[in-house]
């Protein structure tokens, strides 16, 4: 069984800009891909050629909620990003539509 590498396109305000000036893309990824799986799954999911790539290793937020039965501790799960350069000729079109 091939494992999921990515999971889902971090679309914000702060990523569309760098998708804008640096033509680099935001992807959420598993925690165990590397650079070259992110890369090649890149590339074949959306036929682009990638130039580089650039991983981030998010830790989860401690949280706590108050009910009436007390209080409740937890924390969010870790998150891998990727930073994909493509090549300046290449873009990905996440929404479908043309400018």
Do not use: W
């Not at 074949?44 to 009910?67: L, P, Y």
């Amino acid at each position: 069984m091939r494992k999921q590498i990515l999971i889902r396109p971090l679309i914000t305000e702060k990523n569309t800009s760098l998708q804008e000036a640096l033509n680099q893309y935001v992807f959420e990824v598993s925690k165990d891909s590397n650079r070259i799986e992110i890369a090649k799954a890149v590339a074949d999911k959306f036929k682009v050629r990638v130039e580089g790539v650039k991983t981030a290793v998010i830790k989860g937020k401690r949280k706590s909620q108050f009910t009436k039965r007390g209080k409740f501790e937890g924390h969010r799960a870790d998150l891998k990003k990727a930073f994909v350069t493509l090549h300046k000729e290449d873009k990905i079109d996440f929404f479908g539509t043309e400018v």
